[in-house]
């Protein structure tokens, strides 16, 4: 009854792959615990490390999970679009409802 964690860096090597740093082997049960886990140190996105597959060693067949990792924070900025005149714009007032914007093609 263990879990299987494969710790690897984010960066690519002079080679183009990416390099396995450790992996360990913890004694527990709660497999479910360790995804969680798993999944929140890998949104630390200022550690050059991540870990990319947990794997529970006690199934038949062996069942492992895969993750992926934050890169960088995800910040989105708000926009805004501005007309001098908005019934003489091409947009209008709002872009998202723009006749001029909806696609004529049929696919």
Do not use: W
């Amino acid at each position: 009854m263990s879990i299987e964690i494969k710790y690897m860096y984010k960066k690519y090597n002079e080679f183009g792959y990416k390099e396995t740093e450790s992996i360990q082997q913890v004694r527990t049960k709660d497999y479910s615990k360790y995804i969680a886990k798993a999944k929140t140190y890998n949104q630390d996105y200022e550690n050059e490390l991540y870990i990319s597959e947990v794997r529970d060693l006690s199934q038949t067949p062996r069942h492992t999970t895969c993750l992926g990792y934050t890169a960088v924070p995800n910040e989105l900025k708000e926009v805004r679009l501005k007309a001098r005149d908005l019934k003489h714009s091409s947009l209008g007032g709002n872009a998202f409802q723009c006749i001029y914007l909806i696609p004529t093609l049929e696919f």
